[in-house]
């Protein structure tokens, strides 16, 4: 059961996170929305956790340690990763998918943005 409280404490901690940062940087943006839970994503949540319980009930042998470890790591480094750029992009990072350049957007080029992870 520890790894599924570790798993849903990841997920709360992203969420409000995910507001938290909203609130400071995209404060005339922010809307029940900033939580970034939806139908949809409760739909998948609730399809992870049916998951986890049918692995741990009949597939109990493939749930080691060393699986739920580097699932930490890759959540946490996801994350730190994440918030790093909604920090150094402030009020130009958004949750909401932009088609068109707004006036008030800058083309951010340092701390994390300097890595051109794809692209030219």
């Known amino acids: 059961m520890?790894?599924?409280?570790t798993f849903m404490?990841?997920?709360a901690f992203f969420h409000f996170s995910e507001f938290l940062l909203?609130?400071?940087y995209m404060r005339k943006d922010l809307s029940r929305r900033s939580w970034l839970?939806?139908?949809?994503?409760?739909?998948?949540?609730l399809l992870a956790c049916l998951e986890?319980?049918?692995?741990?009930?009949f597939c109990s042998i493939i749930k080691v340690q060393v699986i739920s470890k580097a699932?930490?790591?890759?959540?946490v480094t996801g994350e730190l990763i994440r918030k790093t750029a909604m920090?150094?992009?402030?009020?130009?990072?958004?949750?909401?998918?932009?088609?068109?350049?707004?006036?008030?957007h800058v083309l951010i080029t340092q701390g994390i943005y300097r890595l051109q992870l794809c692209g030219e």
Request: glycine share 4%; hydrophobic share 45%; charged share 20%.
């Open 71 to 75: 699932g930490l790591a890759g959540i």
């Open 37 to 45: 839970i939806s139908e949809p994503y409760c739909l998948a949540m």
């Open 52 to 57: 986890y319980w049918l692995e741990v009930t």
């Open 9 to 11: 404490s990841a997920v």
């Open 22 to 24: 909203a609130s400071v």
């Open 2 to 5: 520890k790894p599924f409280v």
């Open 87 to 104: 920090v150094t992009a402030k009020h130009n990072f958004t949750h909401d998918v932009k088609f068109e350049k707004q006036q008030e």
